[in-house]
């Protein structure tokens, strides 16, 4: 069965310092892996995708995640965190049938 | 429309009472999903609709819930005779599907549902 995991309910950062938010995930073949942000008061938004390739990915906001294939993770990293990157972060993983799973969301606090 | 777009933004209905969301997505886009996010939780999936396939309905928590998609475009979502648990935002998402799976979701804005 699919699933994702974010062991991390909680994540608090000093303004400055890079951060990392965890993600792991089981997923039977080729994972395709997604980072949203939910900012409060607003709808879901796409950060970015691993479908294949150069095992860095690039997204939004200068954010970044590193595909692990043999320790199964997705971690979202940001060399420097702002006090605006406070938000609710899911790691979501897509099966070969289009359905997706999320993790269940890691609230970032970056503190001033 | 340039986005996946819900309506109410926000409700709020008494106990028992029956309530009907709706979404509109992105044009052309094929696959649509439910979900639901309660203060403190997750994201909850509970139906997706894909093309002109059956509907996999299997995060439905009760038999009171209810989803339909017409034409392949808008969907609705009808809960009836809500309960207090009901209480949740219901976030409605899109996604272009059927190329190699390489897209990602496109959400609604949410519907924030409140029972009184």
């Known amino acids: 069965a699919q699933s994702v995991a974010q062991p991390e309910d909680q994540v608090n950062v000093a303004e400055g310092n890079p951060l990392t938010v965890k993600c792991t995930y089981s997923?039977?073949?080729?994972?395709?892996l997604f980072w949203y942000v939910q900012y409060p008061n607003r709808g879901l938004q796409f950060l970015l995708k691993?479908?294949?390739?150069?095992?860095l990915v690039k997204g939004s906001y200068g954010f970044e995640a590193e595909f692990n294939k043999s320790q199964t993770s997705f971690h979202l990293k940001k060399p420097s965190a702002l006090v605006s990157d406070s938000a609710l972060y899911f790691c979501?993983?897509?099966?070969?049938?289009?359905?997706?799973?999320f993790g269940t969301g890691t609230s970032l606090t970056v503190i001033p | 429309g340039a986005g996946v777009s819900q309506s109410p933004s926000n409700k709020v209905t008494e106990k028992g009472k029956d309530v009907e969301l709706r979404c509109d997505p992105i044009?052309?886009?094929?696959?649509l999903y439910w979900y639901r996010q309660s203060l403190g939780q997750g994201l909850e999936f509970l139906i997706y609709?894909?093309?002109?396939?059956?509907?996999?309905k299997s995060g439905l928590p009760s038999d009171r819930f209810s989803a339909e998609r017409t034409g392949g475009s808008v969907s609705t979502l009808t809960i009836q005779r809500t309960q207090q648990e009901d209480s949740a935002v219901y976030l409605c998402a899109s996604s272009l599907a059927g190329t190699g799976g390489a897209y990602g979701y496109t959400f609604g804005s949410g519907t924030r549902l409140t029972v009184v």
């Open positions: 044009s052309g886009h094929t696959a």
């Open positions: 609709f894909q093309g002109n396939s059956a509907p996999d």
């Open positions: 997923v039977s073949g080729n994972p395709y």
């Open positions: 691993y479908i294949t390739g150069d095992n």
């Open positions: 979501a993983v897509r099966d070969p049938g289009n359905q997706f799973y």
